[in-house]
Every structure is written in C-alpha cells, then in structure tokens.
C-alpha cells in the first residue's frame, strides 16, 4: 500500500489541508503548526483511531462539528479512495462505497507508530504496552479481535456489576465460566508473540550504534482470572485480575530497564522494538507497512538518526521534526 496524499478538514487546527506524499516524507514545523496532527490524521483513516487519544470526538477542531479526512493510495497497482467522517460516530468509505468489514480493511493495511506519548512496549503505562502487543498480533491474526472484544464485553459486564454491588456468586461463576475461554487464547497468542519479538530483538539490536554489547529481553506476565478474589473486588469496585492487567517487563543486561535507562538508551530501544515489529508482520504476513515517527531525532546523536532512517527506508514512512534532513526526502513544511 502506498499512500499518495491526504486532506484534512476540520481535524484539530488543519481546517482545510492538502498534503501529497513520496515513500519518505518529512514533516518540519514550529510548535502548534500542526506535524504530529498531520500524523494523527494518516493513523485515524487507517486504523480508526489516534495514537495520542481514545477520543475520536476531541480531534474535531474546537469551533466545528464534525472531522473528515479523505485520501488517495494505491495497493496492487489500483488506485483507490478512502474517506473517513466523524461527527457522532465514524463513516468509512472506499471509492464512494460503505465498507462492508472496516476490521478486515484494518487487518490488511498495518500501520505502526512512534510518539513521545506512546512508546510501544517502552511506553510507561502497561495499556499501551498490551495494546502494541494486540495491534502487532491483529496484523497477524485477524481473529485475534474476536478474542479481545469477547473478552472486553464480559470484563464491561462484570465491572457494571460490582458497580451495582450484586452479590449473587452464580451470576459471577457464569461471567467467569466464559471469560476462561477468551483468556485462554489472549494469553496464548501473546506469549507467543513476545518469544517471537525477543528472537527478533536478539537478532537485530547488535546492529544499533552503542548497544552492540547490551542484551535487551522482554518479559510477559499474564494475570489468570481468580474467583476467590471477588470479595475484595466487591469491596474496591474493581476488576482485580484477567487479561486487561497483564504485564510486559523489558530488561538491559539482566537489570530492571526503567532504572538505568537515559531518554536516548529508551528511544534507541523502543525504535529497535517498532523495526522487530515491522519485521514480524512482514514476514508473517507479507503485507506492506506505513510507519508513522513523531519528534524520531529528539534525543538522539546524529549517528543513530541516520541509522534508523536508513533501517526504515525501505518502507513508506512520515517523520516529524524541526531540523533539515540531509536526505532524498519529500519536505512537508508547516508554517
């Protein structure tokens, strides 16, 4: 998939823009001209949602209401258009059409990200690390919602519940009796899926500048539902144990990473994860990948910089920064 432009109407501070892009695309700016909107914009058509918010209804410009982004892209030499509009709830269309299925039109155009705010499997709150973990085994297995949305619906349920104070143990016993089986498979694919990763990151972080010599290694904890806790959950409003709080660890050299990281070690790092992330899918789904790099040179020397752009050159991607790139690179300057 290539994507070859886009339009902006009313989303965030873009009330009416038009951006053509090349394979390698540089987004410079000042401050507030809006480069990683630009970049909200492309993941919002292409995945339904932001990378910053949940909240679809907060990217409307504050004196409008509603959103639309619309864009041209070209997937096996045909030419297509999509356009998304957002006023109470989404609107997706392909070449004037109601698409039929968005979650396989999702499935089929994996889209990978990098922000200040949402790190991947370095990001500091576990959420976003479990959801780069699920976004990287959708891309593989389109089924793997179903497990999740299943699951999510019984957690809802049972949350609403507790809530309510019901105590009634057989209605509890039922949810549960249910969750098991969406927990089973949630827990199945993503250990896979973090051994996966480590083969991966072991093969490719010796090629980072400086970390030749360093053994970075991901941890997954699932947390197995417990029924003998509902008493305390009863008592704390809460949801204690399940999928929605396992956890994913990150070790440097044996060491806790979160205690001796330097902002450029984490970047350099979390970098590393998205170019294993890129790798996975590609070989196991041989699909193409659009990578979306917010702010990809703060914190890091020029060396490493260059070595990334040249690790991802080989895939359609959107930078941001402020700096000149000294590189074949199509600049989208912001004013």
Known sequence: MFLKDIKLKNFRNHLNSVFSFDYRNYITGKNGSGKTSLLEGISVILTGKSFKTNRLKSLINIEKKFFEISSNFVENDVKYNISLYYDTKKRLTINGKRHENIINFYHNHP???YSPENEGFLSKE???RRNFLDRTIFYLDRSYIGSLLGYNKLLEL???YILKDVKDRLLYKSIHEKMYFYTKEIHNKRSNLIKSFNT???KYLIDIPSFNTEFFSLSYIPNHLDEDILDKELIIKKVLS???RDRILFNLNGESFENIASFGQRKSLSLCCIYCFLKVVEDFSK???????DELESGLDVERVSFFMGLFDKYQYFLTGQSKIDKDINIIKLS
């Open 111 to 113: 889209v990978i990200f």
């Open 126 to 128: 576990q959420e976003m």
């Open 158 to 160: 049972k949350k609403k």
């Open 200 to 202: 991966y990151i072991e």
């Open 242 to 244: 399940g999928p929605h």
């Open 287 to 293: 699909k193409s990948i659009i990578l979306l790099l």
